[in-house]
């Protein structure tokens, strides 16, 4: 069970602002639910990197978007959510499910036609892979849109899932 958990649907070596949309959308995706703290963003800042705001701006045009993050932080995150107008919700409690089943309320979705994007397996992945989501996991981002080069926390993850058995590549 936790190895099926811990399996994204995707896992690419690349950082969200790099990510290839149309492949995304050609599953066929219909909504984004996004992390926000180093899958957006790098650690502890509130400003996107250019990259990862094309990105977003590309993809908003397409299908709906939500900023989904554990962060207790209204003003940063709501910052961020501000820059292109896309709702969001704080202390998510990841991978708990009640506030991720909120947000799939209100898109009226199938659950298989909304992905979740994060940088996290314990988390991110978790927590859509629970809900039946396309889980995509990405590298971390740095302030320049490129993958953070100090990724030690999802390498350590990725260590313990294949330890439980996770076939992850």
Known sequence: MLRQLLRPNWLR?????????QELLDQ???????????????????ELPASALRWLQQARQQVPIHLFSNNPSRQRIGAVAAQLDLPYTIS??????????????????PHQEVALIGDRLFTDVIAGNRLGLFTVLV????????????DRLQKLELRLANWVGTSLG
Do not use: Y
């Open 13 to 21: 070596e690349c950082t969200l602002a790099e990510l290839p949309l």
């Open 92 to 109: 998510a409690g990841k991978p708990r499910r009640s506030a991720l089943r909120r947000v799939l309320a209100e898109l009226n979705l």
């Open 139 to 150: 590298k971390p981002i740095d302030p320049q849109g490129h993958p953070c080069k100090q």
């Open 28 to 46: 066929p995706i219909r909504a984004l639910v996004l992390d926000v703290d180093r899958t957006l963003l790098p650690r502890r800042q509130a």
